[in-house]
């Protein structure tokens, strides 16, 4: 309950319009701890520094909420050039991407531009052997993403595509008995955003519990999981679950943020588990960031302390 109202104070406060725009002009040297850079050069830099610790990356252009469609284009544009610079430099793309941020909702030619540039992207990044993750965003999006996301594995096949569910709601164990046909990709998290009683849970014992019971049920069966998470419980449950089940270890992964518990991500690489970092980069890193400081007391203090000294 205090972490449901320290998380709803901070997004309330975070919102505020002079609070963004003070955090916007000063406040970039503290979210550089969570975003990789500016550039694509920038984020190509970091999945190559963490992959000498045998971590692997999940490329994050941020944006989100974008409301014309010629923002969503350039939005995806700058994506497909992500593409060919990571292929170029030999890594996998492996693209994450809130289709807010691509145009879904706006409709153009008869389709939701969202699924359009969805498209374009998957299309450059297969033959490269990349990957494209829908993040899940606030719960009036749950239901169109699922529909698009269902779109596009009939489209390119379920190694090419995945996305996200968050344990926090009530109808999200409906929603993976509703996908079994697809054999989908998930990656499982808790949840991020700031979400009423009537659909989301607001006990964390309650979240917790949700995120394992989904995460052994994609497991059992026998879909590719990907487990979200910096949370210490969870990760070590996961690894006596898979091992009391038979699971094999390339049959899932942990994920975590870039820039939070690189200790974790290092130890869990160097035990031999699949380990990918989000790594975040772009000019949009306010609503991010914003999440992040939500997610932890003692980083708000850090960008108190960043902010005012001491
Ligand atoms: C790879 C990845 C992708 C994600 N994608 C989505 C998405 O698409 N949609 C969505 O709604 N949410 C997404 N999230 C965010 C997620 O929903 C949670 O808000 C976030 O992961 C915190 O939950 P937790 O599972 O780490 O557990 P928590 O119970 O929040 O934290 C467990 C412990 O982890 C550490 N920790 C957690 N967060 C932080 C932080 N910000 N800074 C420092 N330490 C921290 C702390 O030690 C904490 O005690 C994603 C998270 C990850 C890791």
Redesign the pocket.
Known sequence: MIDQIYRKTVLTVAGNKAVESVMRSRGWGLAQRFVAGHQADDIIQAVKDLQKDGIGG?LDLLGEFVDSPDTANAFAEQILSLVDQAAAAGIQPYITVKLSGLGQGLTVDGEDLGLTNARRILSRAKPHGGFLAL??EDHPRVDVTLAQFRRLVEEFGHHYVGT?L?SYLHRTEKDLADLADLKPNL?I?????LEPESVAMQDKADINASYRRLVYANLKAGNYTNV????DGIIDDVKMFVLAHGIPRDQFEF???YG??RDLQKQLASEGYRVRA?IPYGDDWYPYFSR?IA??PS?ALFVLRGMFGG
């Open positions: 999940l993040d899940m996200v968050q990656r998290v808790k949840g991020a955003y979200a998470s910096h949370d994920q975590l943020l939070v518990r989000y992040r997610e932890r980083n």
